[in-house]
């Protein structure tokens, strides 16, 4: 028969008490660099919806198709529009610029889109004159578009506008942190 250690419970707390002021003894070293984001702003300066010349899609999103049409999201940036007729030779017709925006819908010549916290409604019947017919506040979009999950982050300073996408950063010290 093997024979069977037993701890008296003071003992426990006296290891534990012991083992615990090995972590206290750590001094601070300096700024802790991490890997985060750092919120990139709009301001209201910057609510116009404006179609531009035809660019490059660099970040696309959604992709909507409107009667010849072609619509192809930038995310955080508008929406590009390519002329469909002939689906072997796409052309790019320009870009609506429409910071902080993500989705869209079409419906009877008009294009629902978010905007900078806002739901707009566009008339698209022709592009080179785009019309806005409404605007909806979304609610809770005070802060804007939220951090990636499970980083550090810049935190957000609201006087400086509303966040319309998240920059990738080394950060110093940040005392923001988003949960997944």
């Known amino acids: 028969m093997r024979k069977r250690w ?6 426990i707390f006296l290891i534990c008490f012991l083992l615990s002021g090995c972590f206290i003894a750590t001094e601070y070293t300096g700024p802790e660099q991490v890997e985060g984001y750092r919120p990139v702003y709009g301001s209201q300066d910057q609510k116009d919806i404006t179609f531009k010349s035809p660019r490059q899609v660099k970040n696309p999103g959604k992709i909507y198709t409107y009667k010849n049409f072609l619509l192809v999201n930038e995310i955080k940036e ?6 469909n ?5 796409t052309n790019n017709v320009g870009f609506i610029e429409i910071l902080g925006n993500s989705d869209m819908a079409v419906k009877d010549n008009v294009l ?4 900078m916290g806002n739901i707009v409604a566009l008339d698209i019947e022709n592009f080179g004159s785009i019309n806005k017919v409404e605007s909806l506040p979304l609610q809770n979009w005070d802060l804007g578009i939220p951090p990636p999950p ?4 810049e935190c957000v300073d609201q006087t400086k506008g509303i966040v319309l996408r998240w920059s990738k950063v080394e950060l110093i010290n940040p005392a923001c942190y988003a949960i997944n």
């Open 6 to 11: 037993t701890v008296p419970p003071s003992s």
């Open 78 to 83: 508008g929406i590009h529009v390519y002329d």
């Open 85 to 89: 007729s002939d689906p072997e030779q």
């Open 112 to 115: 629902y889109a978010d905007h």
């Open 150 to 153: 499970g980083f550090h982050f």
